[in-house]
T-cell receptor, first 114, second 109 residues
Framework: NAGVTQTPKFRVLKTGQSMTLLCAQD?????MYWYRQDPGMGLRLIHY???????AKGEVPDGYNVSRLKKQNFLLGLESAAPSQTSVYFC?????????????FGPGTRLTVL | GQNIDQPTEMTATEGAIVQINCTYQ??????LFWYQQHAGEAPTFLSY??LDGLEEKGRFSSFLSRSKGYSYLLLKELQMKDSASYLC??????????WGAGTKLIIKP
């Protein structure tokens, strides 16, 4: 099993450009998450999904959109990138949304917005 | 507001024992997680505590005191490969994880 995969691994954008980050998991998990990780700060939840066709806002959703058309995929879109969105983005999945169910993380996407 | 506090950095010697503390103030509590993150890699699960007390898993143990809003991760017989950041995360009343900024652990020979 590949677990959680993310594409691309690295990307450089100019201010105002758009892009989509793809997350895929092969563990048949219901819950999927998008986080960003910035130096000196904890992981912050951007958006999450509790199942195919559902999405919800997390702590820092502004400037991002998501879609979960298939259970195994969770897409994160930046419509008009800004330098403040320079970060490392992690996707995660879990079988359920509470209790002892751990989240499994993808390898991350390192995004730089110039 | 919600807050998770951990020391920014700690240094320990190979073969020794180190304790990494985590204090939290959150809206509700449904469990506390510890994750390990090597530089440039993804976080990986270490432990979960929901009841007070000590959970032991090999060289790693995690302790929780809900009344004090306090947890620690204890690493024994330190190895060079334990050099990493250790992330504390609390599951709040909405079952969302609130993350600390992490503790960077440096192991010296």
């Amino acid at each position: 099993n590949a677990g959680v995969t993310q594409t691309p691994k690295f990307r450089v954008l100019k201010t105002g450009q758009s892009m989509t980050l793809l997350c895929a998991q092969d563990m048949n998990h219901e819950y999927m998450y998008w986080y960003r990780q910035d130096p000196g700060m904890g992981l912050r939840l951007i958006h999450y999904s509790v199942g195919e066709g559902t999405t919800a806002k997390g702590e820092v959703p502004d400037g991002y959109n998501v879609s979960r058309l298939k259970k195994q995929n969770f897409l994160l879109g930046l419509e008009s990138a800004a330098p403040s969105q320079t970060s490392v983005y992690f996707c995660a999945s879990s079988s359920a949304g509470g209790g002892s169910d751990e989240q499994f993380f993808g390898p991350g996407t390192r995004l730089t917005v110039l | 507001g919600q807050n998770i506090d951990q020391p920014t950095e700690m240094t320990a010697t190979e073969g020794a024992i180190v304790q990494i503390n985590c204090t939290y103030q959150t809206s509700g509590f449904n469990g506390l997680f510890w994750y390990q993150q090597h530089a440039g890699e993804a976080p990986t699960f270490l432990s979960y505590n929901v009841l007070d007390g000590l959970e032991e898993k090999g060289r790693f143990s995690s302790f929780l005191s809900r009344s004090k809003g306090y947890s620690y991760l204890l690493l024994k017989e330190l190895q060079m490969k334990d050099s990493a950041s250790y992330l504390c995360a609390v599951q709040d009343s909405n079952y969302q994880l609130i993350w600390g900024a992490g503790t960077k652990l440096i192991i010296k020979p």
